[in-house]
């Protein structure tokens, strides 16, 4: 048998550097879902959620998704993060495809 050979997913540098100390939410987000990861943005808030938030996504959201995300209401930091500025160069565009639901965020 041949031995499974995996590529890393990200390249040499990470999505966000942690900072250390600091707390937030990351979630990640497509198009399909965006109006449900609105809604349980507002759910966290109504909850006393203080925490900054970042929607991870992989080049799925469209601009005026964006916009969305911008225009939205938040009482704290909410972030858009696309990841695939980010992700292995050596990473096949099928395999980015399939990358695009969660296992990737």
């Not at 997913?9 to 879902?33: D, M």
């Not at 809604?39 to 996504?57: F, S």
């Not at 469209?62 to 938040?74: E, I, K, V």
Request: hydrophobic share 45%; glycine share 6%.
């Amino acid at each position: 048998r041949a031995a499974l050979e995996l590529q890393p997913l990200f390249s040499a540098r990470q999505p966000v550097a942690p900072q250390p100390g600091s707390r937030g939410i990351i979630s990640c987000t497509a198009p399909p879902i965006l109006a449900s990861t609105l809604a349980m943005v507002k759910r966290l808030q109504r909850a006393g959620n203080r925490l900054p938030l970042e929607l991870w996504h992989v080049g799925e959201l469209s601009d005026a998704d964006l916009a969305t995300l911008r225009s939205f209401p938040s009482a704290t930091p909410l972030v858009a993060r696309d990841l695939s500025g980010v992700l292995s160069p050596h990473l096949a565009a099928d395999e980015i495809g399939k990358l695009r639901g969660y296992m990737c965020k």
